[in-house]
């Protein structure tokens, strides 16, 4: 208003006077009403571009007004029951959050380890001597078959499909024989029982130990107590530019794989950053363990960081894995 007010005498002040001066003095300006408001009107942006403009409103409760669309908003609330206060807001902008961004990664033993050979995948030949019910002879013949008969037998016979829940024939073979017994005729599944536990088979065949293990994560073990990840696998990179800040806002990840007794298991993978062995809340292990109550989702802002992400599993000859996170960067600023 106090605006308006300094345009309106300014107006005044270089209209050209017309008429004159009164017994007291005063000077009579002859001026009509649209030749007013046309000055009014083109005069209009300045005016506006120079005005604060201040909203009066009643609160009625202690209640604080935050404009959440002003980059820059100044508050002055009386919070002493039915008062009038004043708000004054400059619309300079508006803020926008930062974009969202997921990651996906989906990847297996393969990816890890270039070259396994597994006895499953081999083929096991012997010379079988058996009962021939079509010829009703009995017979000696050379057979050549794949060791994967004695692994992942269905836990029904009705069904060719695999149960990974299945332990091999060495562990377990109560569903083995219904399966052979499904695939082949009498001689096969004999064959099949009968030569199990052969040389013939088992150097060929069985595995020894639990060598379906192709890296343990005992191997890290750096001695007092401590963890080495730095030759780790790394299945995902990303990079921190200097500025900005990493936010994590979701990250869900599992790991499946049959152990060595033939069970199936899923559960999170372990992970880290460029090696370190998480602890507690410290540096990057702000990150690693950002799920615990006590650390930050944020990290960086000082530099450029690069991060690499790693694998802290074990990995076994079947192993899936799948990583997926949500996250944002956003910019902050370095005040040193």
Same mark, same amino acid.
């Given at each position: 208003?106090?605006?308006?007010?300094?345009?309106?005498?300014?107006?005044?002040?270089?209209?050209?006077?017309?008429?004159?001066?009164?017994?007291?003095?005063?000077?009579?300006?002859?001026?009509?009403?649209?030749?007013?408001?046309?000055?009014?009107?083109?005069?209009?942006?300045?005016?506006?571009?120079?005005?604060?403009?201040?909203?009066?409103?009643?609160?009625?409760?202690?209640?604080?007004?935050?404009?959440?669309?002003? /980059?820059?908003?100044?508050? *002055?609330? $009386?919070? =002493?029951?039915?008062?009038?206060? !004043?708000?004054? +807001?400059?619309? %300079? &902008?508006?803020?926008?959050?930062?974009?969202?961004?997921?990651?996906?990664?989906?990847?297996?033993?393969?990816?890890?380890?270039?070259?396994?050979?597994?006895?499953?995948?081999?083929?096991?030949?012997?010379?079988?001597?058996?009962?021939?019910?079509?010829?009703?002879?009995?017979?000696?013949?050379?057979?050549?078959?794949?060791?994967?008969?004695?692994?992942?037998?269905?836990?029904?016979?009705?069904?060719?499909?695999?149960?990974?829940?299945?332990?091999?024939?060495?562990?377990?073979?109560?569903?083995?024989?219904?399966?052979?017994?499904?695939?082949?005729?009498?001689?096969?599944?004999?064959?099949?029982?009968?030569?199990?536990?052969?040389?013939?088979?088992? /150097?060929?065949?069985?595995? *020894?130990? $639990?060598? =379906?293990?192709?890296?343990?994560? !005992?191997?890290? +073990?750096?001695? %007092? &107590?401590?963890?080495?990840?730095?030759?780790?696998?790394?299945?995902?990179?990303?990079?921190?530019?200097?500025?900005?800040?990493?936010?994590?806002?979701?990250?869900?990840?599992?790991?499946?794989?049959?152990?060595?007794?033939?069970?199936?298991?899923?559960?999170?993978?372990?992970?880290?950053?460029?090696?370190?062995?998480?602890?507690?809340?410290?540096?990057?292990?702000?990150?690693?363990?950002?799920?615990?109550?006590?650390?930050?989702?944020?990290?960086?802002?000082?530099?450029?960081?690069?991060?690499?992400?790693?694998?802290?599993?074990?990995?076994?000859?079947?192993?899936?894995?799948?990583?997926?996170?949500?996250?944002?960067?956003?910019?902050?600023?370095?005040?040193?």
């Amino acid at each position: 208003m106090r605006g308006m007010a300094l345009l309106m005498i300014t107006t005044i002040l270089l209209v050209p006077l017309a008429g004159c001066t009164g017994p007291d003095g005063e000077v009579n300006v002859d001026i009509t009403s649209e030749e007013l408001q046309q000055i009014i009107d083109d005069n209009q942006e300045d005016f506006l571009n120079n005005t604060t403009v201040v909203v009066f409103q009643d609160y009625h409760n202690n209640t604080t007004v935050v404009n959440q669309y002003s /980059n820059n908003s100044t508050s *002055s609330i $009386d919070q =002493s029951g039915a008062s009038s206060s !004043s708000t004054t +807001y400059n619309y %300079n &902008g508006t803020n926008l959050d930062p974009e969202t961004f997921v990651v996906r990664v989906v990847w297996d033993w393969s990816d890890i380890v270039n070259s396994v050979t597994m006895k499953r995948n081999n083929n096991f030949t012997v010379n079988y001597t058996y009962y021939d019910y079509a010829t009703n002879n009995d017979r000696n013949d050379i057979f050549t078959l794949a060791c994967s008969n004695y692994y992942d037998a269905p836990a029904q016979s009705n069904s060719s499909s695999p149960n990974n829940n299945a332990s091999n024939y060495w562990q377990d073979n109560d569903n083995y024989y219904p399966w052979w017994d499904y695939l082949y005729n009498n001689t096969i599944r004999d064959l099949l029982g009968d030569v199990a536990h052969s040389n013939e088979v088992e /150097n060929v065949c069985r595995e *020894s130990g $639990d060598s =379906s293990l192709l890296i343990d994560n !005992s191997d890290y +073990y750096a001695g %007092n &107590g401590s963890y080495d990840y730095s030759s780790a696998f790394v299945f995902h990179e990303l990079l921190i530019p200097n500025g900005t800040a990493l936010k994590i806002i979701d990250i869900s990840s599992s790991t499946k794989y049959v152990d060595y007794w033939g069970f199936l298991n899923t559960q999170p993978i372990s992970w880290t950053l460029n090696g370190i062995m998480p602890n507690g809340c410290y540096d990057l292990s702000n990150i690693v363990n950002y799920y615990q109550d006590e650390c930050s989702n944020y990290y960086g802002g000082w530099e450029d960081i690069h991060l690499s992400f790693q694998l802290r599993n074990s990995v076994y000859a079947d192993s899936e894995f799948t990583f997926t996170m949500y996250y944002q960067i956003v910019p902050v600023t370095n005040i040193q």
